[in-house]
């Protein structure tokens, strides 16, 4: 598994993308749209996937896993500490 964490603002048009190593230094931030998230994420290496837990994020998590992504999904709680 690659040192990268990618975690996911799911939305229904617009998803922010944060990349950060696991010891929390921001690589980048990106907005994609729906499509463009997925051939990005097509093209990274596989990494640690963060998705706050809600209604399409266990569909992603399978899109993420179908390219070899770790996911874990975060109770909604726990989403604004894990950001700082």
Request: contains cysteine.
């Amino acid at each position: 598994m690659k040192d990268m964490m990618v975690g996911v603002d799911l939305a229904k048009s617009v998803f922010q993308v944060h990349v950060a190593s696991r010891t929390g230094e921001v690589q980048y931030r990106k907005k994609l749209s729906r499509k463009q998230f997925c051939a990005f994420m097509a093209q990274q290496e596989p990494s640690l996937v963060i998705f706050e837990a809600c209604g399409s994020a266990h569909y992603w998590a399978r899109e993420m896993e179908a390219f070899d992504h770790e996911v874990r999904l975060i109770a909604p709680q726990y989403v604004r500490p894990f950001v700082k």
